[in-house]
């Protein structure tokens, strides 16, 4: 169920279109920036662990 856009069809649509991409890559980034804070956060607490400290 689409609305009638008429002459903006072209704009509105590509909007939309660039403001899903931007979400994606927002999230994908930030999905990528958690695994490599999680892997540092790991390798300092093995440290700890085999340090006993």
Do not use: N, Q
Not at 10 to 32: H, N, R
Request: charged share 25%.
């Amino acid at each position: 169920m689409m609305p009638d856009l008429g002459k903006y069809a072209e704009a509105v649509l590509s909007a939309y279109g660039m403001t899903l991409v931007l979400i994606v890559g927002l999230v994908l980034v930030t999905w990528l920036r958690g695994r490599k804070v999680r892997r540092a956060l790991d390798e300092v607490e093995a440290r700890k662990t085999r340090h006993g400290i």
